[in-house]
């Protein structure tokens, strides 16, 4: 994270604008704030991605708050990023319209992401190419790279990085359900357990869906035993497997089998 960091402030001089990956179900704990200080006040696109798992009505929200600024801009991807490099390229050229570029050239753009919110697959839909490694696992950009975009436009990737301390226990939990937190880090049995409790609060009904349920226990002990028992999550004596109960309910919810899920709402 520190030297991802120290890199990144070597970049700001000559850096026209900056490119942000977001995650749709949670836009803001998506983004890391060490990011926004370092390239405070440089022309922002904000790229909302995973746009298929979250319900469509709060990214709308999301982007009416983002695009309030004047200087900050949003594009709401999801599956099909087809079209994605020629609305990016206009976006860049609107938000720098009246900036002339640092190198007097061409513009440069550095973009950049938490891991695992999806920057390498929208790096190579912008390349045209595979230049990154995909994966379901964070972290898998290690190395910044240049890429030419077009006349006007060079792109900088630059690893996926976490900020040293989460302070926010709700955004924290909210990063590990989402992927962008190694199973490694945190024990899967508990997060399991808080990510069943979050659900129950914020996503009933694709819940009670997903699991066949006539009702929604009140009681998260029942509620997790409850899905250990519609995904066969039990030991051979018949008890509870929580290990194998928080990976198929993280499973689900990652891959979008519980339907679209927003966790966190836009500021009013």
């Not at 379901?136 to 630059?158: F, G, H, M, S, Y």
Request: charged share 20%.
């Amino acid at each position: 994270m520190h030297k991802a960091g120290k890199e990144l402030r070597n970049l700001v001089s000559t850096t026209d604008a900056v490119v942000e990956v977001l995650d749709a179900r949670i836009p803001a704990a998506s983004s890391n704030p060490l990011l926004g200080e370092i390239f405070r006040g440089k022309p922002t696109l904000k790229l909302i991605n995973k746009c298929d798992l979250a319900q469509a009505e709060s990214t709308k929200a999301w982007q009416t708050y983002f695009n309030k600024s004047k200087s900050t801009r949003s594009l709401a991807l999801s599956l099909d990023k087809q079209s994605l490099s020629a609305s990016v390229l206009d976006t860049l050229e609107i938000l720098t319209k009246n900036i002339r570029s640092a190198s007097n050239q061409r513009k440069q753009c550095v973009i950049f992401g938490i891991p695992n919110v999806g920057k390498s697959t929208i790096l190579n839909a912008l390349a045209g190419r595979k230049l990154a490694k995909t994966g379901n696992e964070p972290a898998i950009t290690k190395l910044q790279q240049r890429v030419k975009l077009n006349q006007a436009w060079t792109l900088i990737d630059t690893p996926g990085m976490l900020w040293p301390k989460i302070e926010d226990q709700e955004a924290a939990l909210w990063l590990a359900m989402t992927g962008s937190i190694r199973h490694s880090a945190f024990d899967v049995e508990e997060i399991g357990w808080l990510t069943a409790e979050c659900l129950r609060r914020v996503a009933p009904n694709p819940l009670k869906s997903r699991y066949k349920l006539k009702v929604l226990p009140t009681q998260t002990q029942q509620l997790i035993a409850a899905i250990a028992k519609a995904t066969g999550s039990l030991t051979k004596g018949g008890l509870i497997d929580g290990n194998k109960v928080a990976q198929a309910l993280l499973n689900d919810f990652r891959s979008g089998k519980m339907g679209p899920v927003t966790l966190e709402s836009a500021p009013p």
